[in-house]
Every structure is written in C-alpha cells, then in structure tokens.
C-alpha cells in the first residue's frame, strides 16, 4: 500500500461499514518512513488496519477479502535486493487466491515493460511484461475479467526505468481486472 493514499480513498468508498487492509512488506514499510503513521494518526481512517509482513508471511484470513489491488507493485513480486528480501511469487500469489471471497476482484495496475523480455526488467527497469501478470494470475486461479487504457502512454518507449525523470509519472500502465471464480 506505500504511504496509503490509495488505501484512505478506498475508506471512503467501503465507509464506516467496510474495512480496508493498508498492507506493506517490510521493505516497503521503511521506504515510507512514517507516512502510513501519519495518514493513520489519531485514528483518522478509523476502518484502516495497518498490517506489516513480509509477502511470504502474511496470514490472512481464507475468504475474508472481497477485492484488492496492486497499483505499481506487482512487478515487486520478482525484485530482489538488499532490503528487499525475494518474494516467492507463485506462494504469495496462491495465499492471495485463498483470501480472497468467491467473486473477489484483484486491481492491477504496473509499469509496462516491452512483451517477451526477462523478468528481470522488475529489478533494473521496475517494470514487467504484461503477459508475466496475466500467466501468473491465472496460475493463480485467478481468471481475467478486462483491462483499461486510461493509462496507456505509446509514446512511452517501456526501455528505461519509470523513475526516469524523462519518463516519470507518464509510463505505460497496464489497468487489469481479475477475478476469483464463484467455484
């Protein structure tokens, strides 16, 4: 969730009956610093929990989420460096399966990277092939329910890290939908 921006929107949207879950691995906790705690000061968002673990530790609920999303994150589940522990993937993936509801839906949002390049685009351009997410979703169990180009830029040459400040903020974003199936 980094420092929760879009956490605290979606408070808003599930309201006082709703709960959202702000989840951070530790790497991602202590590149925020204090932002999560601030935004969550003085029980501000009273329906957000903070829940920090690292990706293969999580220990959520079977069946107790009813979405979730990833915004420029996905592709974290394949970087590794020091700070940043590797992710078993494929795990954190099926542990995502299991906690969502029947019906749940997964948000993913990421920078592009050019189809049929390595995975290691995650850890030098912070991107990934939009064809990694769709496999592994759906080695997930996940199926896939649409997308969105509202934030397709093809002018966006999906070469250079998207902290480049030639690039920065106006990459080209996949917008995916996927759904856990009813059975």
């Known amino acids: 969730a980094g ?4 956490s605290e929107i979606l408070s808003h949207v599930v ?5 959202v879950s702000l989840y951070n691995n530790g790497g ?3 590149f925020v610093g204090s932002g999560v705690a601030e935004r969550l000061d003085n029980n501000r968002l009273p329906n957000v929990e903070s829940i920090v673990a690292e990706a293969n ?3 959520f609920a079977p069946n107790s989420f009813d979405a979730a999303i990833f915004v ?14 590797a992710i078993d993937a494929d795990a954190f993936l099926a542990d995502l399966f ?11 949002v990421d920078h592009a990277a050019t189809l049929g390049v390595s995975i290691d685009v995650a850890n030098t351009l912070h991107r990934i092939d939009p064809g ?8 997930a169990g996940f199926k896939f329910d649409g997308e969105s180009n509202v934030l397709r830029n093809p002018d966006d040459s999906r ?5 480049d400040e030639s690039i920065r903020r106006k990459t080209d974003r996949v917008v995916f939908r996927f759904i856990k199936p009813e059975r």
């Open 98 to 108: 299991a906690s969502m509801k029947p019906g749940g839906v997964v948000g993913i």
């Open 72 to 85: 420029l994150g996905f592709h974290d589940l394949y970087y590794a460096s020091e700070g940043w522990p």
């Open 159 to 163: 070469l250079i890290e998207m902290s």
């Open 15 to 19: 309201g006082s009956s709703g709960k």
């Open 57 to 59: 530790a999580t220990d």
């Open 3 to 6: 420092g929760g921006y879009y």
């Open 132 to 139: 990694i997410i769709h496999y592994a979703m759906a080695k």
């Open 28 to 30: 991602w906790d202590g």
